[in-house]
């Protein structure tokens, strides 16, 4: 019994748990390479950006703002608070780990990604806790094929010219439908209407918020907001 907890906490245990979600790195990435060729990034300039920012939709993002000639600050604000989430999902792990350093505890935060939160998120509901090997598993290898996989798609870039053609552009969102679909199946059916009905509020609450802030704004309130109807109504 103690060699099959320690397994499961393992940090090869957390490369295997991450495996269901390469697919969706490998897809987002290759096509976040050839959009990102199309920009006009070279190489090392997409792989710099992929290494240091390490986002998928703000990757994204700055490469939209890059061809409607934005300036340099706008593009650091908007990914700023479009990536304010990554807090939020940090302080919602973060109790799990305080056994660890403050260095080990910023590791498991600067390679916190939406598709490796939910990942933990699940593991959680299936254990009941997460160990920082798994975590490093998890991380490291989401990391390592998101690199591997935007470097190669900037080469492919090179060959194609107009990536919204092949649907590229929508990968991103693809990818997010199936982490959903794949969070509800792995949950309670008691809880799945409550869920989806969070997910009703978000909706009817960031479409309300747009027509009085910005959309990334209204994004990062509702978020907020939902998350905390979602606390508070939790049984």
Same mark, same amino acid.
């Given at each position: 019994?103690?060699?099959?907890? /320690?397994?499961?906490? =393992?940090?090869?245990q957390?490369?295997?748990?991450?495996?269901?979600?390469? #697919?969706?790195?490998?897809? !987002?990435?290759?096509?976040?390479?050839?959009?990102g060729?199309?920009s006009?990034?070279?190489?090392?300039? !997409?792989?710099?950006?992929?290494?240091? *920012?390490?986002?998928?939709?703000a990757?994204?993002?700055?490469?939209?703002?890059? #061809?409607?000639?934005?300036?340099? %600050?706008?593009?650091?604000?908007?990914?700023?608070?479009?990536n #304010?989430?990554?807090?939020?999902?940090?302080?919602?792990?973060? +109790?799990?780990?305080?056994?660890?350093?403050? &260095?080990?505890?910023?590791?498991?935060?600067?390679?916190?990604?939406?598709? %490796?939160?939910? *990942?933990? *998120?699940?593991? /959680?509901?299936? %254990?009941?806790?997460? $160990? @920082?090997?798994?975590?490093?598993?998890?991380?490291?290898?989401?990391?390592?094929?998101?690199?591997? $996989?935007?470097?190669?798609?900037?080469? &492919?870039?090179?060959?194609?010219?107009? +990536?919204?053609?092949?649907?590229?552009?929508?990968?991103? %969102?693809?990818?997010?439908?199936?982490?959903?679909?794949?969070? &509800?199946? =792995?949950?309670?059916?008691?809880?799945?209407?409550?869920?989806? $009905?969070? !997910?009703?509020?978000?909706?009817?609450?960031?479409?309300?918020?747009?027509?009085?802030?910005?959309? /990334?704004?209204?994004?990062?309130?509702?978020?907020?907001?939902?998350?905390?109807? @979602? *606390?508070?109504t939790d049984?």
């Amino acid at each position: 019994m103690t060699t099959s907890i /320690h397994s499961q906490d =393992s940090f090869w245990q957390g490369v295997k748990d991450c495996i269901p979600t390469l #697919l969706g790195y490998i897809s !987002i990435g290759l096509a976040f390479g050839v959009v990102g060729s199309a920009s006009g990034l070279s190489i090392f300039e !997409i792989a710099l950006l992929t290494i240091l *920012v390490y986002a998928g939709s703000a990757q994204f993002i700055f490469c939209a703002l890059l #061809l409607t000639n934005g300036p340099a %600050t706008a593009i650091i604000v908007t990914i700023f608070v479009v990536n #304010l989430r990554h807090l939020l999902m940090s302080l919602t792990i973060a +109790p799990h780990f305080t056994q660890y350093s403050l &260095l080990r505890n910023i590791g498991f935060g600067t390679l916190l990604t939406d598709e %490796t939160f939910g *990942v933990a *998120v699940t593991k /959680h509901m299936q %254990t009941g806790k997460l $160990s @920082g090997k798994w975590m490093d598993g998890l991380n490291i290898t989401a990391y390592s094929f998101w690199i591997l $996989s935007c470097v190669i798609g900037a080469f &492919l870039g090179k060959w194609v010219a107009t +990536p919204e053609k092949w649907g590229l552009d929508f990968a991103l %969102t693809a990818m997010f439908i199936a982490l959903l679909i794949l969070q &509800l199946s =792995s949950v309670n059916k008691s809880k799945i209407m409550h869920y989806l $009905s969070l !997910i009703g509020y978000m909706a009817l609450i960031m479409y309300g918020l747009s027509y009085i802030v910005p959309s /990334h704004v209204a994004v990062l309130l509702a978020t907020v907001i939902v998350a905390t109807i @979602g *606390v508070v109504t939790d049984k």
